[in-house]
C-alpha cells in the first residue's frame, strides 16, 4: 500500500524557518517525481515545488524561490521542503504528492501556521 | 485569478449530470495531459482523472474527463449526495515550469 507521511509542521514567527519531511512506502521512491503542493486556509491547491528522481532537475513556483528548498534522500525514501524566510502568506497544509502522474497518491498533509 | 479558470460553484440533483469545465492555455492544458482531483472536506485531494480521460483503478465510470484544444472538462453523471465535494483541475505549464491548479469548484448535491 503506497503511503506518504508528512512531518515538520508547526507554528512559526515571520521570517524564521521550517522543515517539512515527507517519509514514503509501499513503492520505489528512487522511481518517481515528488511535489509539495500546499492549501492555506479556505483556499484552492497551490503547487510549491517538484523534485526529479535522482535530484537532477528541480522545479518552484515563484512566490518561494530563494526562500524554500526541495530535497530528497532516495536511500531514505524522504522529501524535504526547507522554508527560509516564511511570510504570513505561506501559512498552509502542506502535502506531498507523488508526481510522475501528478497527485496519484498524497499524504494527509502538515500544517505551517506564520503567525507572531 | 487562477492559471486555469474553473465555475466557483455548481450543482445538481440526485441522479443528474454535471460538468466543470478547466480553461487553460497553448502553454498548460493545450500541450500537457489534464488532471482532476476530488477533495472531501478535511481530507487530502484524491485523484479523479489522469492523463485527460483515464480513471484510476477504483475510482466509478460515473465520473469522465474530455479535452479539447485549450479547454478540458469532467463530468459526473448519476450523482451521489457522497459525490458533494471541492474538484479541481492542474495541468503542466510549460512556460512556468511548474505545476497549475483550477480555482476549484464546490459541488452541491440538492
Known amino acids: 500500500e503506497v503511503q506518504l507521511v508528512e512531518s515538520g509542521g508547526g507554528l512559526v514567527q515571520p521570517g524564521g524557518s521550517l522543515r517539512l519531511s515527507c517519509v514514503a512506502s509501499?513503492?520505489?521512491?528512487?522511481?518517481?517525481?515528488m511535489s509539495w503542493v500546499r492549501q492555506a486556509p479556505g483556499k484552492g491547491l497551490e503547487w510549491v515545488a517538484n523534485?526529479?528522481?535522482?535530484?537532477?532537475?528541480?522545479n518552484y513556483v515563484d512566490s518561494v524561490k530563494g526562500r524554500f528548498t526541495i530535497s530528497r534522500d532516495n536511500a531514505q525514501n524522504s522529501l524535504y521542503l526547507q522554508m527560509n524566510s516564511l511570510r504570513a502568506e505561506d501559512t498552509a497544509v502542506y502535502y506531498c504528492?507523488?508526481?510522475?502522474?501528478?497527485?496519484?497518491?498524497w499524504g494527509q498533509g502538515t500544517l505551517v501556521t506564520v503567525s507572531s | 485569478q487562477s492559471v486555469l479558470p474553473q465555475p466557483p460553484s455548481t450543482s445538481g440533483t440526485p441522479g443528474q449530470r454535471v460538468t466543470i469545465s478547466c480553461s487553460g492555455s497553448?502553454?498548460?492544458?493545450?500541450?500537457?495531459?489534464v488532471y482532476w482531483y476530488q477533495q472531501l472536506p478535511g481530507t487530502a485531494p484524491k485523484l479523479l482523472i489522469y492523463?485527460?480521460?483515464q480513471r484510476p483503478s477504483g475510482v466509478p465510470d460515473r465520473f469522465s474527463g474530455s479535452k479539447s484544444g485549450t479547454s478540458a472538462s469532467l463530468a459526473i453523471s448519476g450523482l451521489r449526495s457522497e459525490d458533494e465535494a471541492d474538484y479541481y483541475c492542474?495541468?503542466?505549464?510549460?512556460?512556468?515550469?511548474?505545476?497549475?491548479f483550477g480555482g476549484g469548484t464546490k459541488l452541491t448535491v440538492l
Open positions: 504528492a507523488r508526481d510522475n502522474d501528478f497527485g496519484d497518491y
Open positions: 509501499g513503492f520505489t521512491f528512487s522511481n518517481y517525481w
Open positions: 523534485m526529479k528522481q535522482d535530484g537532477s532537475e528541480k
Open positions: 497553448s502553454s498548460n492544458i493545450g500541450s500537457s495531459y
Open positions: 492523463r485527460n480521460n
Open positions: 492542474a495541468a503542466w505549464d510549460d512556460s512556468l515550469s511548474g505545476w497549475v
